[in-house]
């Protein structure tokens, strides 16, 4: 009889355990933003920061703050974008690089420009910073 009763009560405690760590796992989800456009060039009405001027990359806020766009620099016929930003947290994103694509890239230095939809979990008004692989650029808060 008690042997019976453990056999019943071992699919409830499975399920149970299971949902524990399903709840668990929604708590640290994250949310992952694909660009809405992306362009030759910087970002238009934009005035880049000192920084950019060695070709460096950089991140602004646009439509303010609904939109942000992330400027990297390489070659023109082989363009450098951003395939997906992964949110970490409400100040903090991670951006995944798109694979360059084309077999023949010119070595000139040129800006191209990823345009995402700000995320609804981040915050405008405070620096969020944005991790590629091999830099960290920062969004500046916005006044509100």
């Not at 070595?107 to 405070?126: I, N």
Request: proline share 9%.
């Amino acid at each position: 009889m008690l042997n019976t009763l453990q056999a019943r009560r071992r699919p409830i405690l499975g399920i149970a355990g299971a949902l524990v760590v399903l709840a668990a796992l929604a708590g640290c989800s994250t949310s992952m933003s694909h660009p809405v456009t992306d362009y030759k060039g910087e970002p238009k009405g934009v005035v880049p920061p000192a920084s950019s001027a060695g070709g460096a990359a950089y991140a602004v806020w646009l439509k303010g703050g609904a939109q942000f766009a992330i400027v990297l620099y390489g070659s023109s016929t082989c363009p450098p974008t951003v395939a997906s930003v992964e949110t970490i947290a409400s100040n903090q994103l991670k951006a995944t690089p798109a694979p360059i694509t084309g077999s023949v890239c010119t070595q000139d230095y040129v800006p191209h420009t990823t345009v995402f939809a700000t995320p609804s979990s981040v915050t405008t008004t405070s620096d969020v910073t944005i991790k590629l692989p091999d830099s960290t650029l920062t969004l500046p808060g916005l006044r509100g």
